[in-house]
């Protein structure tokens, strides 16, 4: 539903499908576990779920044949990691946040037919397409169809959530995302950390909290625009 409609929190989050709900429910597990909230879901093309994962980059430990304690920890590759070898069906992969460089680059081997991605990303925007890599590349048939950011409250709060992982209002990336138009975002994710709203948010379940903080999403920023040239809702990465 297009931001600006009258919709409550609660019609918005129960017209979420199955998919989108468990990759939510991963991020802010990631969240409440002191990693980057973001969260993933792969699932058949007619909606079962096939595995879904999280962000694991501060964990000590995770389930087998996950990536935890790592840079390379992201939700989309931890789900990436859980289906075998030679995986015949083109699985529709649903994530929080778009996907980043090793994400894509690990999408563009997996067995995925389907990107969905709630929140846009400037920080990799751009970044999906590898057929100026190689002619290789450019010569391979079009193979996964990327669909996002969302345009409603939920694309917000997929963008914001990611925000409140460790070091990342703060850290090198906020001067860049602040100069992609993000600053009033950044600034809401800042005031929830010091005025102590990030504790009272944790005890909260993924959908209250979204319901707590949805009168705020519509002050946020937009999704950033696509750059020049890329194109992103129905794109396809090469």
Known sequence: MPRGLAATPEELWSQLDDSW????????????????????????RDGVIVYAARNRVSDADGPPGE????????AETNVLARLPYGHSDRVVLTTTLEPCLQCSAAIRLGPVGTVR?????????????????SAREAARPAKVTMVGPRADDIGVFGTLISRFGPGLVGGPAAEWLRASG??????LAQHLQESGE???????EVDEA????????????APAPPSSGHRRSGRIMR
Do not use: K
């Not at 991020?27 to 002191?34: K, N, Q």
């Not at 993000?182 to 600034?187: A, I, N, R, S, Y």
């Open 21 to 44: 709900q468990e990759a939510f429910r991963q991020a802010w597990d990631a969240f409440r576990t002191g990693n980057i909230p973001i969260g993933a879901c792969a699932a058949t």
């Open 117 to 133: 991605y709630a929140g846009a990303d400037p920080l990799w925007d751009g970044c999906h397409d590898f057929s100026p890599l």
């Open 210 to 221: 979204f319901g707590y903080l949805s009168p705020r999403l519509r002050s946020l920023d």
């Open 182 to 187: 993000q600053g009033t975002l950044l600034d």
């Open 198 to 204: 990030l504790l009272r948010l944790a005890a909260m």
């Open 67 to 74: 990536v935890f304690g790592s840079a390379l920890a992201h």
